[in-house]
């Protein structure tokens, strides 16, 4: 089992997992060129994908997937609430699924376990995936954790957490005061602090892989995200990943 980043970010997301030859990609906020050159840079092509998953409907996870997937003929997962949301988005469109926030399905050889998280959007979830062998947890929009989050988290051998912002730079930004008291509610997104308390709280003793994900690029930095989770985990701040806007990050893989 292996993961993989296209990018992360508010101009765009999108995550790759696969095992035993099952791909499955974690939203797409790309164009349809752009979403495909980002799959080059990881060796796969468009039709390697069997699935996307729709974490919730804001456009920087959901806003590429329906020309993607129409493209490609790949099938797309959401939740009844998100497909209820973004229904203008999937209109006259097939393989389009609906799950229940709590309940866990199988594509190919992976397992999807959807948990809920509070965000504003209309059923938003994040998802722990398994092979049978190993868990990865993808947590990267959330305004506060919850102890369902953390359970459905704890034991995880990889995960991909969101650092979206440092809480001094977001207060001294030129953003509007509502726009900053939604991204620090609990309702927004998860700071650099809270993040580092999380983990603090689960279990990490099988982890192997750690990246910090959806950095602002106006309020955050890499240097932050990486002392706050090592902090919290009493590790060298360099093992900490950063899953970058542009860039994404590489394979990771499970030894």
Same mark, same amino acid.
Request: charged fraction near 20%; hydrophobic fraction near 45%.
């Given at each position: 089992?292996?993961?993989?980043?296209?990018?992360?970010?508010?101009?765009?997301?999108?995550?790759?997992?696969?095992?035993?030859?099952?791909?499955?990609?974690?939203?797409?906020?790309?164009?349809?060129?752009?979403?495909?050159?980002?799959?080059?840079?990881?060796?796969?092509?468009?039709?390697?994908? @069997?699935?996307?998953?729709?974490?919730?409907?804001?456009? #920087?996870?959901?806003?590429?997937?329906?020309?993607?997937?129409?493209?490609?003929?790949?099938?797309?997962? @959401?939740?009844?609430?998100?497909?209820?949301?973004?229904?203008?988005?999937?209109?006259?469109?097939?393989?389009?699924?609906?799950?229940?926030?709590?309940?866990?399905?199988?594509?190919?050889?992976?397992?999807?376990?959807?948990?809920?998280?509070?965000?504003?959007?209309?059923?938003?979830? !994040?998802?722990?995936?398994?092979?049978? #062998?190993?868990?990865?947890?993808?947590?990267?929009?959330?305004?506060?954790?919850?102890?369902?989050?953390?359970?459905?988290?704890?034991?995880?051998?990889?995960?991909?957490?969101?650092?979206?912002?440092?809480?001094?730079?977001?207060?001294?930004?030129?953003?509007?005061?509502?726009?900053? !008291?939604?991204?620090?509610?609990?309702?927004?997104?998860?700071?650099?602090? @809270?993040?580092?308390?999380?983990?603090?709280?689960?279990?990490?003793?099988?982890?192997?892989?750690?990246?910090?994900?959806?950095?602002?690029? !106006?309020?955050?930095?890499?240097?932050?995200?990486?002392?706050?989770?090592?902090?919290?985990?009493?590790?060298?701040?360099?093992?900490?990943?950063?899953?970058?806007?542009?860039?994404?990050?590489?394979?990771?893989?499970?030894?």
């Amino acid at each position: 089992m292996r993961f993989a980043s296209l990018g992360s970010g508010s101009e765009g997301n999108a995550l790759v997992v696969e095992a035993d030859g099952t791909r499955v990609m974690i939203d797409c906020g790309f164009g349809v060129r752009d979403t495909a050159a980002r799959l080059a840079r990881l060796g796969l092509e468009p039709e390697a994908v @069997a699935a996307i998953l729709v974490t919730h409907e804001h456009s #920087d996870h959901v806003g590429g997937v329906p020309a993607f997937a129409a493209r490609h003929g790949i099938p797309v997962w @959401a939740t009844f609430g998100t497909l209820t949301a973004a229904a203008g988005r999937f209109g006259g469109m097939d393989n389009v699924f609906g799950f229940d926030s709590h309940d866990a399905f199988a594509i190919g050889a992976l397992t999807i376990c959807p948990f809920p998280v509070p965000h504003d959007a209309r059923e938003p979830v !994040q998802f722990v995936i398994g092979d049978g #062998d190993h868990r990865l947890g993808v947590l990267t929009d959330l305004g506060a954790s919850t102890p369902y989050v953390e359970a459905s988290l704890s034991g995880c051998d990889a995960l991909v957490l969101e650092c979206n912002h440092d809480l001094e730079l977001l207060a001294q930004s030129a953003y509007p005061y509502p726009l900053k !008291q939604r991204i620090s509610g609990p309702f927004g997104h998860l700071h650099n602090e @809270a993040a580092a308390e999380l983990l603090a709280r689960i279990d990490t003793s099988k982890l192997k892989h750690i990246i910090a994900a959806h950095l602002s690029q !106006q309020n955050n930095t890499p240097d932050k995200a990486r002392a706050a989770l090592s902090t919290a985990l009493g590790c060298a701040p360099e093992w900490i990943g950063i899953a970058d806007q542009a860039a994404g990050f590489g394979w990771r893989e499970f030894a």
